[in-house]
T-cell receptor, first 118, second 109 residues
Framework: KAGVTQTPRYLIKTRGQQVTLSCSPISGHRSVSWYQQTPGQGLQFLFEYFSETQRNKGNFPGRFSGRQFSNSRSEMNVSTLELGDSALYLC?????????????????FGSGTRLTVV | EDQVTQSPEALRLQEGESSSLNCSYTVSGLRGLFWYRQDPGKGPEFLFTLYSAGEEKEKERLKATLTKKESFLHITAPKPEDSATYLCAVQAPGNQFYFGTGTSLTVIP
């Protein structure tokens, strides 16, 4: 069974540019969450989508946006990139939306996209 | 302010030397506490979810426990392959997740 697939694995962008990251969840999973991971802040929740609707949103500026398609694939977009946006961006999928995941299941993470802003 | 703190930041153990990792939280109305393992270059791998104080979960050499203010991940007789960063996350009433910065565990043969 294929896991969560994130593309690309690595990306280098210039300040001021925009970037789009992609996440394909495990087949049958309808919930996709996005996280930013940095050495200093750890993992920080960006947003969650379920059935093409944004259900939850973390404390990030409006430059960070996302969407989910009817096949549950999700994209995350960051506009007007800043140096501080350099991070590992992780996507996680689950069968059910947040709050309804069985206790023995949890969320499955992809390996992430390493974004470097120069 | 909702917060999750993990300690220690780093831990070095000899193979077979048991120890515990701590995750303390200040989130009110906890909806769930999650433990993950993360290897270098990979995303976190789910280990356990705990929902209420007094709950315990076990998996091989790992055992997670939960109180009203903290969770412990006990590692019994660790092996080198247990070396990884262990992350704790709490789910708040608004369904937001807050992660700790992790404990980097190294098990020396």
């Amino acid at each position: 069974k294929a896991g969560v697939t994130q593309t690309p694995r690595y990306l280098i962008k210039t300040r001021g540019q925009q970037v789009t990251l992609s996440c394909s969840p495990i087949s049958g999973h309808r919930s996709v969450s996005w996280y930013q991971q940095t050495p200093g802040q750890g993992l920080q929740f960006l947003f969650e989508y379920f059935s093409e609707t944004q259900r939850n949103k973390g404390n990030f500026p409006g430059r960070f946006s996302g969407r989910q398609f009817s096949n549950s694939r999700s994209e995350m977009n960051v506009s007007t990139l800043e140096l501080g946006d350099s991070a590992l961006y992780l996507c996680a999928s689950s069968l059910a939306p947040t709050g309804r995941v069985p206790s023995n299941y949890g969320y499955t993470f992809g390996s992430g996209t390493r974004l470097t802003v120069v | 302010e909702d917060q999750v703190t993990q300690s220690p930041e780093a831990l070095r153990l000899q193979e077979g030397e048991s120890s515990s990792l701590n995750c303390s939280y200040t989130v009110s109305g906890l909806r769930g506490l999650f433990w993950y393992r993360q290897d270098p270059g990979k995303g976190p791998e789910f280990l356990f979810t705990l929902y209420s104080a007094g709950e315990e979960k076990e998996k091989e050499r790992l055992k997670a426990t939960l109180t009203k203010k903290e969770s412990f991940l006990h590692i019994t007789a660790p092996k080198p392959e247990d070396s990884a960063t262990y992350l704790c996350a709490v789910q708040a009433p608004g369904n937001q997740f807050y992660f700790g910065t992790g404990t980097s565990l190294t098990v020396i043969p």
